[in-house]
């Protein structure tokens, strides 16, 4: 699990979120959103067994500000968090920290024309986002095919950014920006 550079994400239907990641062709996670908690609050389990691997757990009750802890459940290990980043309306960005807390990278939402339509038109058009290094430089993608249910593929350089962050990380930031 995690030995790849591309995975799939896809949203099933539901009256909440469910994600099912991909790493080729074969399904590694599931996960399952509550909707109406007050603090976000949801587990990503391997998809044959059921087990739980990774935890996600908001630090505080309002989004804009938290941070979403991914916690390895087996080993307990902190892999990092994604923390939205300064708000725009134009251009999300979050922040990708790594155990320690401090900024290992960044997502950032590519294509400003596309999300200002995607928020004022329809979450139809295909969202992009860039990841980055500390030093901004690219080390990945996330970009979402033309779908009624997310579906969208996460690239990644696992040498230079933990494929565990980025694309739980990724199922994050779908979440709770309910795309």
Sequence with gaps: MFDSSR???RQKVSISNKYVVYEGDEPILSAKQKKFKLKEDFRLNDHDSGEER???KADSVLDVSAAYDIVDSRTGERVGAVKRGAFS???H????LG????????IVEDNVPMAVARRLLTTLIPFSYRIEDATS????AVSEQFSLRDKYTVDVDR????PRLAV???VVIDAIEEN
């Design 159 to 162: 040498e230079r950014i933990d």
């Design 7 to 9: 995975y799939e994400v």
């Design 93 to 96: 960005t979050y922040q990708l």
């Design 99 to 106: 155990p320690g807390g401090s900024v290992v990278g960044r």
């Design 168 to 170: 739980v990380g990724a």
């Design 89 to 91: 309306f134009a251009k």
């Design 54 to 56: 990774f935890r996600v």
């Design 137 to 140: 430089e690219p080390v990945g």
